[in-house]
């Protein structure tokens, strides 16, 4: 049973890691890069925009205030990208190797963050109509979390211990 839960910890991990890795390359220094800084500066001019329109009803019934937050959550979907991205991909190979290790207390402490972790991923993530790739790439990094964290404290917990000598 405990190999069972070691592979299908790896699955998890080796998605995350390269899910992880990539995005947070990505984001950083790769192609989206320069998307992520045409964002950032599209927030600060909205953010102007908003405060000198104050409450003028802008476009679709929305102030520009509500278009500033879309923007944010944009923002704040990209930034876990980067971040996350390269802690969940670090994360998950801590799992592997404290789940290999059979290391009970700090495999407990690494799958609570992992834990920890993919809800703040769902919670920071903005919604599928916002950004449907961003969306995906950030829930299926919180799930590779989730799965590897699982299956890490399933195989300590279910694999076979040895006997203890009765004297």
């Not at 790769?30 to 409450?55: C, F, H, N, R, Y």
């Not at 995906?136 to 000598?165: I, K, Q, Y």
């Amino acid at each position: 049973m405990r190999i069972l839960f070691i592979v299908l910890a790896s699955i998890c991990v080796l998605a995350g890691v390269f899910l992880g890795g990539a995005s947070a390359w990505s984001v950083t220094m790769g192609p989206m890069s320069k998307d992520v800084a045409t964002l950032s500066a599209t927030v600060a001019a909205a953010k102007e925009i908003g405060q000198a329109a104050k409450d003028v009803k802008i476009v679709g019934g929305k102030t520009a205030a509500d278009a500033t937050s879309l923007l944010e959550q944009g923002m704040r979907g990209y930034r876990f990208s980067q971040i996350g991205g390269g802690l969940i991909a670090l994360l998950n190979i801590v799992l592997l190797v404290l789940a290999i290790k059979r290391s009970s207390k700090p495999l407990l402490i690494a799958g609570g963050i992992g834990v920890a972790i993919a809800i703040a991923a769902f919670v920071i993530t903005p919604s599928r109509e916002i950004d449907e790739k961003l969306f995906f790439v950030n829930a299926t990094l919180a799930v590779s979390v989730l799965g590897a964290s699982l299956f890490a404290v399933l195989s300590d917990r279910l694999g076979a211990r040895p006997a203890v000598a009765v004297r």
